[in-house]
């Protein structure tokens, strides 16, 4: 079994910041994309930003300068670090992970959600 926690969601006021973290535990042999996608209320889900093993980065525009993404391959952990948060950042946010099992079929894999509210 593959298992993805993540972390650090809340409520945060307007330009302020958050970090969320995601660990991916299990039978894991290799994990190849690792990324971040949100859901706002009555809106389709949506990526924000995706980090492959090798360090190559995909942002959707919208958080591009405000939002770093990383990862740490020895961990199987991403991060996301939100800066400058606005009211329109407020939604549920996914982690999301192509994992290699022993089966050697490669899977996606998500985690539970977590809210993170940006509100005065």
């Known amino acids: 079994q593959v298992q993805l926690v993540e972390s650090g969601g809340g409520l945060v006021q307007p330009g302020g910041s958050l970090r969320l973290s995601c660990a991916a535990s299990g039978s894991i042999v290799s994990i190849n994309h690792m990324g971040w996608y949100r859901q706002a209320a009555g809106k389709e889900r949506e990526l924000v930003a995706e980090?492959?093993?090798?360090?190559?980065?995909n942002n959707v525009d919208s958080v591009k300068g405000r939002f770093t993404i990383s990862r740490d391959n020895a961990k199987n952990t991403v991060f996301l670090k939100m800066n400058s948060l606005k009211p329109e950042d407020t939604a549920v946010y996914y982690c999301r992970a192509q994992i290699l099992r022993w089966t050697m079929v490669w899977q996606d894999y998500w985690g539970q959600g977590m809210q993170v509210t940006v509100s005065s």
């Open positions: 980090i492959s093993s090798g360090g190559d980065i």
